[in-house]
């Protein structure tokens, strides 16, 4: 475990959204925002780096006024906000995705699917069963599964009607782990991925396009998807309500994104 260093050594701060940087009400505090600003002004680099795709990271960027790049869908997205174009995207090769969920059913039983469309405006489509969580875009319900591998995704996402998403996704990996990537991102969100996709790997995209390394790089985060950005970054920082398993690889722990833990460290190294 690093300590924590002197503002100047980090010149990228990476933030996850959900459950760090955003309340429960998918606001930014003032204090954060604050904060942000603190670290900016210092000379330092802001990127979003987020497990939802562009369609539904958009209008937080836009409420943020955020014009940098923003790392979506699992890595798998680079986003430029200020020009509002894709500057990567990589896909979930489909038939390895039906593959895999055919392992992970003969092993657990029924699963409920829903898949991520790539794209700027890359609809979700959920098969009938699946818990839809709120958002800014309507999920399209798909009656047939053949149409969720129809075209180019980002992810699959993956419910089961018992297990919970630890245990779903313990299985997930241990049957289908050499055919995809398989994270958890929050509650009721066990995905499958492009097998070697991770934050990790977008932010090291978006950092070198902004001349930046992982030496100099700052991350917080609150979810095993997160556990690779800690694991690229010099410094993991992990919040108060943060997963066990992040908790356990963190280098801090800080408080809440209910209570401006972002700004709680970014005010002591930059302040």
């Not at 996850?16 to 940087?21: A, C, H, K, R």
């Not at 780096?49 to 409420?63: C, D, F, N, S």
């Not at 997205?77 to 020009?83: C, D, L, W």
């Not at 997963?243 to 800080?254: F, K, N, Y």
Request: proline residues 4%; negative net charge; aromatic residues 4%.
């Amino acid at each position: 475990m690093s300590p924590a260093a002197a503002g100047p050594q980090y010149r990228l701060v990476a933030t996850d959204l959900d459950g760090t940087l955003l309340r429960s009400d998918e606001s930014v505090s003032e204090r954060t925002r604050a904060a942000l600003k603190l670290a900016t002004e210092a000379g330092a680099a802001h990127i979003v780096v987020t497990g939802r795709a562009v369609p539904w990271t958009r209008h937080i960027l836009q409420e943020l006024d955020y014009q940098g790049l923003a790392v979506c869908g699992q890595g798998a997205q680079v986003y430029h906000a200020g020009e509002h174009r894709l500057l990567t995207s990589v896909t979930l090769d489909r038939r390895l995705a039906g593959q895999a969920v055919a392992k992970i059913e003969a092993e657990a039983g029924p699963l409920h699917l829903a898949a991520g469309r790539d794209g700027l405006d890359g609809e979700v489509l959920v098969t009938p069963g699946y818990r839809v969580q709120e958002g800014p875009l309507p999920a399209v319900v798909a009656h047939d599964r053949d149409e969720l591998l129809a075209e180019p995704l980002n992810k699959l996402y993956l419910q089961h009607p018992e297990l919970d998403d630890d245990a779903l996704a313990h299985v997930a990996r241990t049957v289908a782990g050499d055919l995809v990537g398989v994270t958890m991102a929050g509650e009721g969100i066990v995905e499958l991925l492009p097998l070697g996709l991770s934050k990790a790997t977008g932010l090291s995209l978006a950092a070198r396009r902004l001349g930046m390394k992982a030496a100099g790089t700052i991350a917080f985060g609150d979810m095993p998807n997160d556990i690779p950005m800690f694991g690229w970054a010099a410094h993991g920082v992990a919040m108060a309500n943060a997963h066990t398993e992040l908790r356990a690889v963190a280098d801090e722990v800080t408080g809440s994104n209910e209570d401006d833990g972002i700004a709680t460290v970014l005010e002591r190294l930059y302040g």
